[in-house]
């Protein structure tokens, strides 16, 4: 489950940077490539709730199985009709967006399944919060690994082989894991457009912003690195700032999992993000290549450990049944402030320099920070259980 999990994700670090990557090698521009992958990320983020609705109410195996053809079928057009740019027979514009948007909303999403299914098999016990730590650190793996390889083969091979494995790994990784049949959670059987929804949670409505605000950071703060090493003669070394800042969630990921904490998880959050907006701030004023390895890795290690506490916290507050809706809500709000990161970051590379780019993950993470510190109240565990039992009752 977990290779297969960790197979399935990769792509998602892949997709968002090698479309950028794509069309700015096909039409030399960071703006539209930003804007292109951006539209991808905001159908992941639209159809994800849908898509984990599904599988709370059938089953993931049965869903997962249409969506990863529907991805394949998307992502052949969007590369045909990315590469028809640079000819003298272009396609129209609106189906390179449509492509992207297709496949982008159906992206396999693997990363909420896997954590439903450590929910199912481990609640009740002190080992899930030890495993939700370590679906985070896995994420940050896929963090690092996702974005050195497509930018490797993106710039060293040829410009489309990059999208062509994300594409490759996203069929597989989606088929392997619907194979795990022992570790699938029963199907819940409701309605999937009737019963109650894991919006209602009030919690959620919290989470939902920090998510988006992380999004924006990683979104933003890849598209910058990127245009960062491009900015200094290093472009081959994009893949590495990229991995420095995902060591550095990693690592701290690890060390967080293994800390037994006393302190409340809302007020942890709290704290890791206002570390996160230091460091982003922090990288708007670097000016050489190996202080900026340097501090990205610093800037990193905030990264995880906020994710781990909005997770964990969402899988408190939730009600059992509704947990992969939860998850893919919160995974959707992470998708589209990345679409929001990218294209913002983009527009501001081309319209200032690479370094401007950070200071969108420096706002973002801010603007989350204040929205953890007023939402104090509903992210108290206990008393946003009690708030949504009766919504837990419907049949």
Same mark, same amino acid.
């Given at each position: 489950?977990?290779?297969?999990?960790?197979v399935?994700?990769?792509?998602?670090?892949?997709?968002g940077?090698?479309?950028?990557?794509?069309?700015?090698?096909?039409?030399?521009?960071?703006?539209?490539?930003?804007?292109?992958?951006?539209?991808?990320?905001?159908a992941t983020?639209?159809?994800?709730?849908?898509?984990?609705?599904?599988?709370?109410?059938?089953?993931?195996?049965?869903?997962?199985?249409?969506?990863?053809?529907?991805?394949?079928?998307?992502?052949?057009?969007?590369?045909?009709?990315?590469?028809?740019?640079?000819?003298?027979?272009?396609? $129209?514009?609106?189906?390179?967006?449509?492509a992207?948007?297709?496949?982008?909303?159906?992206? $396999?999403?693997?990363?909420?399944?896997?954590?439903?299914?450590?929910?199912?098999?481990?609640?009740?016990?002190?080992?899930?919060?030890?495993?939700?730590?370590?679906?985070?650190?896995?994420? =940050?793996?896929?963090?690092i690994?996702?974005?050195?390889?497509?930018?490797? @083969?993106?710039?060293?091979?040829?410009?489309?082989?990059?999208?062509?494995?994300?594409?490759t790994?996203?069929?597989?990784?989606?088929?392997?894991?619907?194979?795990?049949?022992?570790?699938?959670?029963?199907?819940?059987g409701?309605? $999937?457009?009737r019963?109650?929804?894991?919006?209602?949670?009030?919690? @959620?409505?919290?989470l939902?912003?920090?998510?988006a605000?992380?999004?924006?950071?990683?979104?933003?703060?890849?598209?910058?690195?990127?245009?960062?090493?491009?900015?200094?003669?290093?472009?081959?070394?994009?893949?590495?700032?990229?991995?420095?800042?995902?060591?550095?969630?990693?690592?701290?990921?690890?060390?967080?999992?293994?800390?037994?904490?006393?302190? =409340?998880?809302?007020?942890?959050l709290?704290?890791?993000?206002?570390?996160?907006?230091?460091?982003?701030?922090?990288?708007?004023?670097?000016?050489?290549?190996?202080?900026?390895?340097?501090?990205?890795?610093?800037?990193?290690?905030?990264?995880?450990p906020?994710?781990i506490?909005?997770?964990?916290?969402?899988e408190?507050?939730?009600?059992p049944?509704?947990?992969? =809706?939860?998850?893919?809500?919160?995974?959707?709000?992470?998708g589209?402030g990345?679409?929001?990161?990218?294209?913002?970051?983009?527009?501001?590379?081309?319209?200032?320099?690479?370094?401007?780019?950070?200071?969108?993950?420096?706002?973002?993470?801010?603007?989350?920070?204040?929205?953890v510190?007023?939402?104090? $109240?509903?992210?108290? =565990?206990?008393?946003?259980?009690?708030?949504?039992?009766?919504?837990?009752?419907?049949?």
């Amino acid at each position: 489950m977990v290779l297969f999990g960790f197979v399935g994700r990769l792509p998602l670090s892949m997709v968002g940077l090698g479309s950028v990557l794509l069309v700015e090698s096909y039409t030399g521009s960071y703006g539209l490539g930003g804007v292109v992958a951006a539209t991808g990320a905001v159908a992941t983020a639209v159809l994800g709730p849908v898509i984990g609705r599904y599988a709370d109410s059938v089953g993931q195996r049965r869903v997962l199985l249409p969506i990863v053809v529907v991805h394949l079928v998307g992502g052949l057009v969007f590369l045909f009709s990315v590469r028809s740019q640079s000819g003298d027979h272009a396609w $129209p514009l609106w189906v390179v967006f449509v492509a992207v948007g297709v496949a982008g909303g159906a992206l $396999p999403p693997i990363s909420s399944m896997i954590r439903t299914r450590w929910s199912y098999l481990l609640r009740g016990s002190p080992r899930l919060n030890t495993a939700l730590a370590f679906e985070s650190v896995v994420d =940050e793996l896929v963090f690092i690994v996702g974005p050195v390889l497509v930018t490797f @083969l993106s710039t060293t091979g040829h410009t489309t082989s990059g999208l062509v494995t994300a594409f490759t790994l996203a069929v597989a990784g989606g088929l392997l894991f619907a194979a795990q049949v022992e570790t699938e959670p029963p199907p819940s059987g409701h309605h $999937p457009h009737r019963g109650p929804s894991a919006l209602r949670t009030p919690g @959620l409505l919290v989470l939902c912003p920090v998510g988006a605000a992380l999004g924006m950071v990683l979104g933003s703060v890849q598209v910058g690195l990127v245009a960062f090493a491009d900015k200094v003669d290093k472009e081959a070394l994009s893949g590495v700032l990229i991995a420095s800042l995902a060591v550095g969630s990693m690592v701290a990921g690890i060390l967080w999992g293994l800390r037994h904490w006393s302190s =409340e998880l809302r007020r942890r959050l709290l704290l890791t993000l206002a570390a996160l907006s230091a460091g982003s701030l922090a990288l708007v004023f670097v000016p050489t290549m190996w202080l900026m390895l340097v501090l990205v890795f610093l800037a990193g290690t905030a990264v995880s450990p906020s994710l781990i506490s909005a997770f964990t916290l969402t899988e408190r507050l939730i009600p059992p049944r509704l947990v992969t =809706e939860g998850f893919t809500w919160l995974g959707t709000a992470i998708g589209l402030g990345v679409a929001v990161g990218v294209a913002a970051a983009g527009k501001l590379i081309d319209r200032f320099d690479a370094n401007a780019a950070f200071a969108v993950a420096a706002v973002a993470a801010g603007i989350a920070t204040a929205v953890v510190l007023v939402g104090q $109240p509903v992210l108290d =565990e206990q008393r946003v259980r009690s708030a949504v039992v009766p919504a837990s009752r419907v049949p």
